[in-house]
């Protein structure tokens, strides 16, 4: 090569580094009960930041899923092929435990564990976290009916990936989807036309039409369809007892913009068998415990996805020199990668701070589920609302090299906005929370006591909690307001939470960059003062 071609001023390839050292995540895991898992996640964290594992990402959404409605007969078998990527990916979650293993076990924390281990691989590649995550949050909705619980909660949780559709019965292990909406109603699930029609049985007939289907692969479905009694949950396998496949026809595979290497579909159910889970007539009651727990993958998968491009900013300007000294000596760009550490830690800590009060509300305490109740949607309205804003800035640190497909920074940024859409967009989730407020006040006693925690440690903070309480208070165009109001409580509660538990520079930094009445200006505006030092060191990828 001509020597004008030498490479010089490149970073070397983020790799060889144990993805699960971050400070926030350990002091979390610990805090919230589940230390036990360290050396686990620790052994996920060293796979996670080779760059195999890193190619195996890469693989699976370039070698997209493809639908194959026939086979070479004629025969109907609507079946999707993945990537062998795929595969490993899958296979990894699946036996360290990130689907629906937590539900089995006994220990303390395990919900904790799960979730820190969740937000460690989700950093390899976000798209394959759909179906664990279904799964993860199907078994819950399924204890609605033990006779359904009974035959496959133990395959669900099983750290079996047995991929292929065969008898569900008859396999190591199961995984499960999601098949909710329809193109009339989308959130409005209460439009569905689905009509499910009762047999002798016991059993019920589906008919009708599925605008997403999330992971249309899996074994077993949850759906929603209009039983004579009303809306009800339903639960559809993907192959009988018998072999033969259950009438469940992808119409094609949707073509996103991000999530590209997992398979939605739309499809059709045609005299579908199907078996009702909980009371007929009470489908969206029943169906609410599967949402619970995909919402809070929402928040811990915007965390890691903040995590996954805070950490290539800070390799990229570690590494990279401009006007005569490193990118991470220049006042801006501190200022810059900073701010998007605090927001990355921030999401982190509230991350495990909801996973503690699902594993708490599991195990029977009703204060720690009446928080879980309220913050999980708070949270998954904020964290996944400013993924996108953070992943962009992030990649505008590696300026043009960040907008090569080459980095793995668009195939970042892409998925960053699917989880704000995801399990209710950032309007259905604000409306929520006020529902949630209004039916169960107890919410709001919990969610408070969690804020007062902090009070008395800055007087920034505890005039923000005094006009959240003001705000809670007005009734008056609440619901115009809403946005607003959940953004004060998302805000609140990661402060009260930093405060506790980040080191003072970090805590300091986000009340008074957050809580000062300028939130939502651009990343990078930092007030003169903040130790950047110790932010930025805290956020370091290490071996």
């Not at 050396?39 to 594992?53: K, P, Q, Y």
């Not at 892409?414 to 409306?431: C, D, H, M």
Request: aromatic share 6%; hydrophobic share 40%; net charge negative.
């Amino acid at each position: 090569m001509p020597a004008t071609h030498e490479v010089f001023n490149q970073p070397t390839p983020l790799e060889d580094y144990d993805v699960a050292t971050e400070d926030a995540l350990l002091d979390g895991l610990h805090r919230e009960g589940a230390g036990w898992a360290a050396d686990e996640l620790h052994e996920l964290g060293r796979l996670a930041g080779t760059a195999r594992a890193r190619s195996w990402g890469e693989q699976a959404n370039v070698n997209e899923p493809t639908l194959r409605t026939h086979d070479r007969y004629g025969h109907r078998v609507d079946e999707v092929d993945f990537h062998p990527s795929w595969h490993v990916l899958m296979d990894t979650a699946i036996s360290h435990g990130l689907h629906a293993a937590p539900w089995v076990d006994g220990r303390a924390g395990a919900h904790v564990a799960r979730a820190a281990k969740f937000y460690t691989w989700s950093q390899v590649e976000g798209g394959h976290a759909c179906p664990v995550s279904m799964t993860y949050a199907a078994v819950p909705a399924l204890r609605h009916s033990p006779d359904l619980a009974a035959r496959f909660e133990p395959l669900l949780a099983a750290r079996n990936y047995d991929f292929g559709l065969r008898p569900p019965l008859g396999k190591d292990g199961l995984l499960a989807g999601m098949s909710m909406t329809e193109k009339q109603g989308g959130s409005d699930v209460g439009q569905n036309t689905t009509r499910a029609v009762p047999q002798a049985d016991g059993s019920y007939r589906l008919t009708g039409h599925k605008w997403f289907t999330s992971a249309p692969m899996g074994d077993v479905f949850l759906t929603l369809a209009q039983a004579p009694e009303g809306l009800t949950c339903f639960l559809v396998p993907r192959v009988l007892d018998d072999g033969s496949r259950n009438t469940l026809l992808i119409q094609r595979l949707k073509d996103k913009l991000g999530n590209r290497s997992n398979a939605s579909a739309e499809l059709e159910y045609d005299h579908t068998l199907a078996w009702p889970v909980g009371e007929p007539g009470e489908g969206v009651r029943t169906i609410i415990e599967m949402v619970n727990g995909t919402r809070l993958d929402c928040v811990i998968g915007s965390a890691a996805g903040m995590r996954a491009a805070l950490v290539q900013a800070v390799h990229h300007a570690t590494q990279r020199r401009a006007f005569g000294a490193p990118l991470l000596d220049q006042p801006l760009m501190r200022n810059v990668l900073a701010d998007l550490a605090l927001e990355s830690e921030a999401a982190t800590t509230l991350m495990t701070r909801l996973a503690g009060a699902a594993d708490r509300a599991v195990r029977g305490d009703e204060s720690e589920a009446a928080f879980r109740r309220l913050a999980v949607a708070v949270g998954k309205f904020w964290v996944t609302k400013r993924a996108p804003a953070h992943t962009a800035e992030a990649l505008e640190c590696l300026g043009g090299n960040g907008y090569v497909e080459e980095s793995p920074m668009p195939r970042l940024f892409r998925e960053s906005p699917l989880n704000s859409i995801w399990e209710g967009s950032g309007n259905v989730v604000a409306l929520d929370v006020l529902r949630a407020m209004g039916k169960r006040p107890e919410t709001v006693e919990t969610f408070l006591a969690e804020l007062e925690r902090a009070e008395g440690a800055d007087a920034r903070f505890d005039d923000a909690v005094k006009r959240l309480k003001a705000e809670l208070g007005e009734l008056d165009d609440i619901q115009f307001r809403a946005r607003g109001l959940v953004e004060s409580m998302a805000l609140a509660l990661q402060a009260s939470l930093l405060i506790r538990y980040s080191p003072t520079p970090v805590a300091e930094a986000f009340v008074a960059s957050r809580l000062g009445g300028e939130a939502g200006r651009a990343f990078g505006t930092l007030p003169r003062g903040v130790d950047t030092a110790t932010i930025i060191d805290r956020s370091r990828p290490r071996g």
